[in-house]
């Protein structure tokens, strides 16, 4: 057979999915392979529940090879497993969280369980650990990226920036070592925001939600967003004759959340819109409602996108192997996660570049618009804080792309342009509140046409820096790369100065007064 066919062949074989079942038997397998009196280390779900015939020498519990919700799921007819853990104050050190639902790592000495078929472990420590922990031991069922964008693309259709976006976001945001943080911002936790806004009617606004609500009901229940603090799994397991309750093992914040049902695609339920505030959440969340530049969401989104009647609708399609692969998603989500905690400021000067570049575009492009949307502390494309957006935009995309490289930053422009471009349809057909935002715009801007460029210039090289301070060299070469003379544009430094726009904290160093 000739190589090409071969490779052909190779490209089209499907991905092995990691089902409950084999996960099942992975842990059984491990189990058989231990000879009694061996020490072992093993891991699974912490079920606080006495196994049938418990004797009363010590605590017996057991463990789960698999999460609450897949055991849950399983049918009668499923093969299942347990491991029955004997636990005494003695000789056993419990460390961490461990209660039941949690993900534990347990050392000891395995054994026969008296009564019964099963195995046990003489429990000499028992941890609880990190529930993405559980996904990251299977390295191997982990899916390439144009696996990824493949399964999407054949199941959930959208615009090719609107898409981009959407894949971002299931990974959430790194930390940024080095960025300088007001108050609102440090609040902020590993959440990302993916907002779409219907655009007059007929939009594919309810297209898009049937298809992100499509994504959402098949992700495990423990990384789905639930109102209820406290919720719990009610597991009745034929194979051991008992029931049991099981709470989340993920304690994190770090959750998925869809509106679950029409009104709440209109206004967000409270306990969920202070998670999203906090980005707390990884909310993926259709608006059905006209867009708004003044709205809180559309400001502190990361991608608040809008659907534009003229382009193709959103749809998706029932895809048997999407679902079955919703695991192997999960691993890869987990392993890009803690691959990339965080990210140093460093990682950012290509994006700083894109982005001062996207200004400048803006403002050529839509020079009626772009100042009042961008020129207030209040607007939608407040450079600061957009700027800021983008940083997290770009930690997201470096997570799926594995490392931070230029080619995220270029691609973070294009998202940036694509958003832009929306909202510009948005402002054209609403003169009433490009009239307002101009209104807002006049109370930061210069009359004077050069002056208010030089503001302009500043404040964008001061929100893209990492201190919110420009030194005056990089101000005035920055003046001269736009056109500006030197003798000019020293004259213009110092009038901003005298007219309170900017200060001079330290010498050499420059501020904006506003923001």
């Not at 418990?54 to 698999?66: G, K």
């Not at 008296?114 to 922990?133: A, C, K, N, W």
């Amino acid at each position: 057979m000739r190589p090409g066919i071969l490779e052909l062949l190779r490209m089209e074989k499907i991905r092995e999915a990691l089902e409950p079942g084999k996960r099942v038997r992975g842990f059984q397998m491990k189990l058989q392979a231990a000879k009694n009196g061996d020490d072992i280390e093993i891991s699974g779900f912490f079920i606080g529940r006495k196994p049938p015939n418990a004797p009363r020498d010590a605590v017996y519990c057991i463990l789960s090879p698999i999460p609450p919700s897949e055991l849950v799921n399983l049918s009668a007819n499923d093969f299942r497993t347990y491991l029955v853990l004997r636990i005494t104050p003695e000789t056993t050190k419990i460390s961490g969280e461990v209660k039941p639902g949690s993900y534990v790592v347990v050392k000891g000495i395995i054994d026969v369980y008296p009564f019964g078929t099963l195995r046990m472990v003489h429990v000499q420590e028992i941890e609880g650990r990190d529930y993405s922990e559980y996904w990251e031991d299977y390295k191997e069922f982990a899916l390439s990226r144009r696996e990824i964008v493949s399964l999407f693309e054949r199941t959930i259709y959208l615009r090719s920036e609107m898409q981009k976006a959407l894949l971002y976001s299931l990974y959430g945001v790194p930390y940024i070592l080095g960025v300088e943080l007001d108050t609102q911002f440090s609040k902020w936790g590993e959440g990302f925001d993916f907002t779409v806004y219907k655009y007059k009617e007929d939009s594919g606004l309810l297209a898009l939600w049937e298809a992100l609500r499509y994504f959402y009901s098949n992700l495990p229940w423990e990384i789905q967003f639930h109102s209820n603090k406290k919720a719990v799994l009610k597991v009745d397991d034929p194979f051991l004759g008992v029931d049991f309750r099981l709470g989340s093992p993920n304690n994190r914040k770090m959750k998925y959340y869809v509106p679950r049902n029409k009104k709440e695609l209109s206004k967000l339920p409270k306990r969920v819109e202070s998670s999203i505030s906090n980005k707390e959440l990884i909310g993926l969340l259709p608006e059905n409602k006209e867009p708004d530049p003044t709205d809180i969401l559309a400001k502190i989104s990361e991608t608040p996108f809008v659907l534009i009647p003229e382009e193709e609708k959103p749809y998706f399609e029932n895809n048997k192997e999407f679902i079955q692969l919703i695991p192997n998603l999960i691993v890869t989500i987990s392993i890009n996660r803690e691959r990339l905690k965080s990210m140093d400021i460093g990682k950012l000067s290509p994006l700083r570049e894109e982005f001062m570049e996207w200004i400048e575009e803006g403002r050529r492009e839509y020079p009626e618009t772009f100042g009042p949307l961008s020129g207030t502390p209040e607007g939608l494309f407040n450079i600061k804080r957009r700027y800021y957006l983008n940083t997290r935009v770009f930690g997201a995309a470096a997570r799926f792309y594995g490392r931070p490289t230029r080619r995220i930053a270029r691609e973070v422009r294009e998202v940036n342009e694509a958003i832009l471009n929306d909202w510009a349809v948005v402002i054209k057909d609403h003169p009433e509140l490009l009239m307002k935002l101009e209104r807002d715009y006049e109370k930061y801007v210069s009359r004077d046409v050069r002056t208010q460029r030089a503001l302009n210039i500043f404040r964008d090289l001061s929100a893209t820096s990492v201190t919110g301070e420009v030194t005056w060299e990089e101000f005035i070469n920055e003046l001269l790369r736009r056109g500006f003379k030197y003798r000019d544009a020293e004259k213009t430094v110092e009038k901003l100065i005298l007219a309170g726009y900017i200060y001079e904290p330290v010498s050499g160093k420059l501020r904006s007064i506003e923001w």
